[in-house]
């Protein structure tokens, strides 16, 4: 099976910044598109940012020229550099991946979510 494992979430002042962390273990043949959502208190779970396998972003417009989606193919981990935090940030954070197990048979993996806590 496969695991995706979060970390870097927290408490942070406004205009501040993190960094999180997210990485796949398990029966891994490849990974393909990466992503970050975050689901607020009473909100729907939204897409923050993604990257392909060859490096191609996206963004969310509340996010642009703030947060940067990164990834290290040969450590199955993705990045989200979040910076100028506001407290509308204010979410879990959940990583998702696209694993190949065996070709071409793909299927989504979410990770388990860490809180992110904008708050002065």
């Known amino acids: 099976q496969v695991q995706l494992v979060e970390s870097g979430g927290g408490l942070v002042q406004p205009g501040g910044s993190l960094r999180l962390s997210c990485t796949a273990s398990?029966?891994?043949?490849?990974?393909?598109?990466m992503g970050w959502y975050r689901q607020a208190p009473g909100k729907q779970r939204e897409l923050v940012a993604g990257?392909?396998?060859?490096?191609?972003?996206i963004y969310s417009d509340s996010v642009k020229g703030r947060f940067t989606i990164s990834r290290d193919n040969a450590k199955n981990t993705v990045y989200l550099q979040m910076n100028s935090l506001k407290p509308e940030d204010t979410a879990v954070y959940y990583c998702?991946?696209?694993?190949?197990?065996?070709?071409?048979?793909?299927?989504?993996?979410w990770g388990q979510g860490t809180q992110v806590t904008v708050s002065s």
């Open positions: 998702k991946a696209n694993v190949v197990l065996t070709p071409p048979h793909a299927r989504d993996y």
């Open positions: 398990g029966s891994i043949f490849s990974i393909n598109a």
């Open positions: 990257i392909t396998s060859g490096g191609t972003t």
